[in-house]
C-alpha cells in the first residue's frame, strides 16, 4: 500500500477484520491514525484511541474508566465459561477491591530487594542458556532462549518442580491468544481448555503447597496462599486465576521484549555497534525496545459515564481499545519517533500502561530484557539473525515465534 491507501484504510480501520499488512507490520497504520484518526469508531460500538495524551490520561483516571470486562467478555466468551471465569477473576481486567487485595500481595512480594535477590538466578539461567547455543552454532533466538527466561524466571516465583513446566507456555499462549479482537472457534475453543488444564494443575500445587508452605521470602504462591500484604485471603478461584495470571503476564510479553530487541539490534547495526561500544547504554536501549516495539500492543477500558473525545459523544459501558503501539510514536511526545535510538531520552512510553494499573512486574521484566539481551551480545556480538523469521501473527502482542539465527 502506498500512504494514501494506509491513510484510506487508517480511517476505516476495523480491529476485528484488519486491512491487509496490518497484522505483519502495523507501524505505518498506526502513524495514519495519529495523523488523521486518533478517536476512531468501531462497527461494534467500541472505540480505537491512539494519541498518548488520551491514554496517559485514561490509565490514570480509574473513576471514569474501568478495567472490569464482565460486560465486554460475556459476549466474547460466555458468561460462565473458563475463559471468562479467568479474564475476569485476573488483575488486569479487575478493579477494587479485587484488584487492591491482588496487587497488594504481589507488591509486598516484588520489592526492589526481592527482585534483586533474583538477579544471580537470572544470570545463571541465561548463561547456561548461552553455553547450550554456542554448541549449537546456528539457533532460534525464541525456542532456544528468548521463551525460556520468564518461564523460569516466573516458574521461580511461584516455585513450580522443574519438572512440572513443560506445558506451561502453551497453556499461557492459548489464554493470551484468546484476547485478539476476533477469534476462530478453535482459538476459543484451545483457550477454554488452557484454562481447564491450568486450573487443574494448580488445584494440586496449590494442595502441596497448602500441606507443605514454601519460604513466604522467596516463594509467591505461598504469599499468595496466605493472603500476605492483603486485608483478606483471596478465594480459591481468585487464588488460581490469579497464578494463571502471573505466568500468563510474565511470559509472553517478556518474551517479546527480548526477542524485538534481538531483532531490532540485527536490523540496525549502528545502534548495535553503539550498544556494544557503551554497554551501560542497555539500560535505556530495553526502554527504546520497549517504546519502538511494545510486547502489548493495546490495552482496554469501559467508560462508566457518557464522554466526549474529539467532539465523538461515547455512551457510558463503551470499551476503549488503547493503542500502546501508536501512543509510544505519538510525535507530540517522542522526537522523530519512527527511528530507534537507545540512547533515546526522555522516553516516557506507555509499554507498561500507567496509574494504577501500571504492570506490577515491570522491574523484573526489565531486569530479564537488560541481563538476556546484555549477556547474548557481550557473548555472541557477531550474531546475526538468518532468513526464515516468523512473527507471532497476533495484533494485540508483538513478538516473534522464531528468529533463526546463526551466533
Known amino acids: 500500500m502506498n500512504a494514501l491507501d494506509i491513510a484510506s484504510a487508517a480511517r476505516q480501520l476495523d480491529l476485528t477484520d484488519p486491512p491487509e499488512g496490518f497484522v505483519d ?14 478517536v476512531l469508531p468501531q462497527p461494534d460500538g467500541s472505540v480505537l484511541l491512539s494519541r498518548h495524551r488520551d491514554l496517559d490520561r485514561i490509565y490514570r483516571d480509574t473513576g471514569l474508566y474501568s478495567s472490569d470486562k464482565k460486560a465486554a467478555f460475556g459476549p466474547k466468551f460466555g458468561v460462565g465459561s473458563p475463559l471468562f471465569e479467568h479474564h475476569t477473576t485476573s488483575l488486569v481486567f479487575s478493579d477494587p477491591p479485587l484488584h487492591t487485595r491482588v496487587r497488594k500481595i504481589m507488591t509486598s512480594a516484588l520489592t526492589p530487594r526481592a527482585i534483586a535477590r533474583m538477579e544471580p538466578g537470572l544470570i545463571e ?91 513466604p521470602e522467596t516463594d509467591v504462591l505461598t504469599r499468595l496462599i496466605r493472603g500476605d500484604g492483603a486485608d483478606e485471603k483471596l478465594s480459591e478461584i481468585e487464588l488460581l486465576q490469579n497464578c494463571i495470571f502471573i505466568l500468563n503476564a510474565g511470559h509472553e510479553t517478556t518474551t517479546n521484549l527480548i526477542g524485538n530487541g534481538l531483532a531490532l539490534l540485527n536490523d540496525n547495526p549502528d545502534q548495535k555497534r553503539r550498544l556494544l561500544d557503551d554497554p551501560e547504554l542497555i539500560t535505556p536501549a530495553v526502554e527504546e525496545v520497549l517504546r519502538f516495539r511494545s510486547p502489548n500492543q493495546f490495552g482496554n477500558r469501559e467508560t462508566t459515564e457518557e464522554i466526549e473525545l474529539d467532539g465523538l459523544r461515547i455512551p457510558a459501558g463503551s470499551n476503549l481499545h488503547l493503542c500502546i503501539g501508536a501512543a509510544n510514536r505519538d510525535p507530540e511526545v517522542f522526537e522523530d519517533p519512527t527511528r530507534f535510538d537507545i540512547g533515546r531520552k526522555p522516553n516516557r512510553h506507555l509499554a507498561f500502561a500507567g496509574g494504577p494499573h501500571v504492570c506490577v512486574g515491570l522491574t523484573l521484566a526489565r531486569m530479564e530484557g ?38
Request: hydrophobic letters at 45%; charged letters at 30%.
Open 125 to 215: 539461567t541465561v548463561d547456561h542458556l548461552l553455553d547450550a547455543m554456542e554448541a549449537k552454532g546456528r539457533v532460534d533466538l525464541i525456542e532456544d532462549f528468548a521463551s525460556t527466561i520468564p518461564i523460569q524466571i516466573i516458574g521461580n516465583l511461584l516455585d513450580v518442580p522443574m519438572d512440572e513446566r513443560g506445558p506451561l507456555r502453551d497453556w499461557s499462549l492459548a489464554i493470551l491468544g484468546a484476547l485478539e479482537p476476533a477469534l476462530t472457534d478453535e482459538q476459543l475453543a484451545r483457550g477454554h481448555r488452557a484454562v481447564e488444564e491450568f486450573k487443574a494443575y494448580l488445584s494440586d500445587l496449590v494442595a502441596r503447597r497448602r500441606a507443605a508452605p514454601g519460604d
Open 25 to 38: 507490520n502495523p507501524f505505518p497504520f498506526y502513524d495514519a491514525l495519529l495523523a488523521h484518526a486518533p
Open 370 to 407: 537488560r541481563i538476556a539481551i546484555g549477556r547474548l551480545l557481550a557473548r555472541f556480538p557477531d550474531y546475526r539473525l538468518l532468513e526464515g523469521r516468523v512473527r507471532g501473527g497476533r495484533i494485540r502482542f508483538r513478538g516473534y515465534a522464531s528468529l533463526p539465527a546463526e551466533l
